[in-house]
Nanobody
Framework: VQLVESGGGLVQAGGSLRLSCAAS????????MGWYRQAPGKQRELVAQ????????NYADSVKGRFTISRDNAKNTMYLQMNSLKPEDTAVYYC???????????????WGQGTQVTVSS
């Protein structure tokens, strides 16, 4: 599975951005996709996740009500609509895909190259 993100950039606080993640390869094996982010000096954290089957979503508390994750299975593309952006949202955003195995320890994870999001105050 290959993942390619796009849509990052520089935006003022209060503004919006939309990230896209296009998946290719063995996309039939993907069970869930998500967005993670990593700010300088901090650990990578989960921002939002969506299952490819039922479309169940979950969000980090810090982005609830501001970010919306969605996917278009026909296009093998996932999106992250980010509204009311704050300077603390500044980070490199990574697309992630998970293929479930028989046990969680055997699950396979795939990552995109990351896209920079910078929110100025």
């Amino acid at each position: 599975v290959q993942l390619v993100e796009s849509g990052g950039g520089l935006v003022q606080a209060g503004g919006s951005l939309r990230l896209s993640c296009a998946a290719s390869g063995s996309t039939f094996s993907i069970n869930a996709m998500g967005w993670y982010r990593q700010a300088p000096g901090k650990q990578r954290e989960l921002v939002a996740q969506i299952t490819t089957g039922g479309g169940t979503t979950n969000y980090a508390d810090s982005v609830k009500g501001r970010f919306t994750i969605s996917r278009d299975n026909a296009k093998n593309t996932m999106y992250l609509q980010m509204n009311s952006l704050k300077p603390e949202d500044t980070a490199v955003y990574y697309c992630n895909a998970r293929s479930d195995a028989h046990t969680p320890e055997e699950d396979e994870y795939y990552w995109g190259q990351g896209t920079q999001v910078t929110v100025s105050s």
